[in-house]
């Protein structure tokens, strides 16, 4: 029965999506095969996608490494604003906040990454986790919340133009790496991280990356976003843009740098803990490509636990999957919840409306 209504949860918001697509359709961005790798947009250098291919593997560090100090512009009781170490033609996205939902304890904190379209933050998670013990800091995606310049600025952060969707994942990764830093500087003994959807690749390539996050948790996270594009439900009018053009390989290999699956090196570092969590009924994020990393890292001797569960997309943040997830979730990251504990999160539920 919970799988029957999981699929009907899930149609629902597809179709929600796809209806979307159709109202914007005059404001989505069309292809662009440039690849912009400068720090400031008025800087951007070209590369074509065989240059890419080339340099692949030495670019990788480069791209994501920070330029600015960790130190915000100021700070408050429940968040921090900080300057983007990446400058785009919108103001309001070259500054980020991050709500933090602080435990009381400098023992753990969380960066909680949201998917792309979010219309709201995951406040039922964040309390639930600080009444635990673990801060939680839900940090802000480019283009989205106060970032957002109108109701469609998400569009800007993955579509048609290939150099603006890794220029924007290289900005989300910038600004995650600089809240894990100065996390650190305020004297919490680990920092884990958790994302959803393309949220949750952004935080896997933050845990490649950054060495000083503990645990990353990865749910119903694409590992490659050139596939996301190709496989998905809500992804059809994006790969109609693209596939006139280019060939998912070819994707592959333009966005090589943003995808998990080039990047396991990273994931496989010592005092790496991770976690997937996949829906086996996703028709959105696949999970065979999942299955292609947590092979990968397999057979590093880096083994991550897996979470597999009888649901698809949006219906991953429903009842009882949402209790589930948690659950594990919860003792990923600290400990054996009590039965107390699983009541409460009974009621967890992640909109995932407008993937």
């Given at each position: 029965m919970f799988r029957y209504l999981a699929r009907r949860h899930d149609r629902k918001h597809i179709l929600r999506s796809l209806q979307r697509q159709n109202?914007?359709?005059?404001?989505?961005?069309?292809?662009?095969?440039s690849l912009e790798f400068a720090g400031n947009e008025t800087e951007d250098k070209y590369a074509s996608v065989g240059d890419l291919a080339y340099t692949t593997i030495s670019k990788g560090e480069q791209l994501f490494s920070p330029i600015l100090l960790p130190k915000p512009l100021r700070e408050e009781a429940n968040g921090a604003t900080f300057q983007s170490d990446i400058t785009t033609e919108d103001e309001e996205n070259n500054k980020f906040e991050c709500v933090v939902?602080?435990?009381?304890?400098?023992?753990?904190?969380?960066?909680?990454?949201?998917?792309?379209?979010?219309?709201?933050?995951?406040?039922a998670f964040a309390k639930f986790f600080a009444a635990r013990g673990i801060t939680v800091i839900e940090a802000t995606l480019p283009y989205h919340f106060s970032r957002g310049s109108d109701d469609y600025s998400e569009e800007k952060f993955f579509n048609a133009n290939l150099g603006r969707t890794i220029r924007s994942m290289r900005q989300a990764v910038l600004d995650g790496r600089k809240i894990v830093r100065w996390l650190y500087s305020q004297g919490y003994y680990k920092v884990s991280v958790v994302g959803m959807c393309l949220g949750g690749t952004v935080a896997g390539l933050i845990a490649a990356q950054e060495e000083k996050v503990d645990?990353?948790?990865?749910?119903?996270?694409?590992?490659?976003?050139?596939?996301?594009?190709?496989?998905?439900?809500?992804?059809?009018s994006l790969r109609s843009r693209i596939e006139p053009v280019m060939s998912l390989e070819d994707l592959r290999t333009a966005w090589s740098l943003i995808s998990l699956e080039m990047h396991?090196?990273?994931?496989?570092?010592?005092?790496?803990?991770?976690?997937?969590v996949l829906g086996k009924d996703d028709t959105i994020a696949?999970?065979?490509?999942?299955?292609r990393v947590i092979e990968l890292?397999?057979?590093?001797?880096?083994?991550?636990?897996v979470l597999r569960l009888n649901c698809g997309h949006s219906s991953v943040g429903i009842f009882p999957y949402n209790i589930i997830a948690a659950r594990k979730v919860l003792r990923f990251l600290k400990e054996t919840p009590t039965l107390a504990e699983l009541w409460e999160v009974r009621g967890f539920r992640y909109d995932f409306s407008e993937v």
């Open positions: 109202r914007i359709d005059h404001k989505l961005i069309g292809f662009d095969a939902t602080d435990s009381g304890s400098k023992s753990h904190a969380l960066v909680v990454f949201h998917h792309w379209y979010a219309r709201n933050r995951y406040s645990k990353a948790v990865l749910m119903v996270s694409p590992m490659s976003p050139a596939d996301l594009v190709w496989t998905a439900e809500t992804m059809k396991t090196w990273g994931l496989t570092r010592p005092h790496l803990d991770m976690m997937f696949c999970p065979e490509a999942t299955d890292l397999t057979k590093c001797n880096r083994p991550p636990e």
